[in-house]
T-cell receptor, first 113, second 114 residues
Framework: DGGITQSPKYLFRKEGQNVTLSCEQNLNHDAMYWYRQDPGQGLRLIYYSQIVNDFQKGDIAEGYSVSREKKESFPLTVTSAQKNPTAFYLC????????????FGSGTRLTVV | GQQLNQSPQSMFIQEGEDVSMNCTSSSIFNTWLWYKQDPGEGPVLLIALYKAGELTSNGRLTAQFGITRKDSFLNISASIPSDVGIYFCAGQLIVSGNTGKLIFGQGTTLQVKP
């Protein structure tokens, strides 16, 4: 079955460390997105990519970086510059064209210790 | 950034009751989506709306795209315990073109008492 896979499910990071969250999809979707979710808040867009080797900043890109070297993969790096990285991170993909909704992964919970 | 106001923030209802929640904005959208999220999981798409005035059902769920393009509601009829979760509205602004960028409401947490 096609789907979108995020790993790991839980991640612990020491302050000052960079960590990379994985997102892989086999849906043949062109566009991929990273959102951050905090308790009691809606999802906020970090970065998105509509085609390979191209990506754009979302509303809260500071302290994060991404790459899109393959259509299937869109990893997110949370850098030490991100002041409050503890959150639930969601990756999504969609077919481009028309107004298709996203397919979401199951998320990665990042905790800074 | 752009805001979607989703209400109510939370609901605690008896099994069998109907539920209604809505999202409003000062901006105009070309797409409204409703998602459900279970704890520790990613949101799952429930209903997608693409035209102003559109009314769409998915089982016990019904959603409408407001005529003004600035709002949407979701109704759940005859709630059951598995309806528990967080419901999010999401909209794509007309000005977003084909980027697929969505704006999400803050979520409505639904609890159902058997």
């Amino acid at each position: 079955d096609g789907g979108i896979t995020q790993s790991p499910k839980y991640l612990f990071r020491k302050e000052g460390q960079n960590v990379t969250l994985s997102c892989e999809q086999n849906l043949n979707h062109d566009a991929m997105y990273w959102y951050r979710q905090d308790p009691g808040q809606g999802l906020r867009l970090i970065y998105y990519s509509q085609i390979v080797n191209d990506f754009q900043k979302g509303d809260i890109a500071e302290g994060y970086s991404v790459s899109r070297e393959k259509k299937e993969s869109f990893p997110l790096t949370v850098t030490s510059a991100q002041k409050n990285p503890t959150a639930f991170y969601l990756c999504a993909s969609r077919r481009t064209g028309l107004n298709y909704g996203y397919t979401f992964g199951s998320g990665t919970r990042l905790t800074v210790v | 950034g752009q805001q979607l106001n989703q209400s109510p923030q939370s609901m605690f209802i008896q099994e069998g009751e109907d539920v209604s929640m809505n999202c409003t904005s000062s901006s105009i959208f070309n797409t409204w989506l409703w998602y459900k999220q279970d704890p520790g999981e990613g949101p799952v798409l429930l209903i997608a709306l693409y035209k102003a005035g559109e009314l769409t059902s998915n089982g016990r769920l019904t959603a409408q795209f407001g005529i003004t393009r600035k709002d949407s509601f979701l109704n759940i009829s005859a709630s059951i315990p598995s309806d528990v979760g967080i419901y999010f509205c999401a909209g794509q602004l007309i000005v977003s073109g084909n980027t697929g960028k969505l704006i999400f409401g803050q979520g409505t947490t639904l609890q159902v008492k058997p």
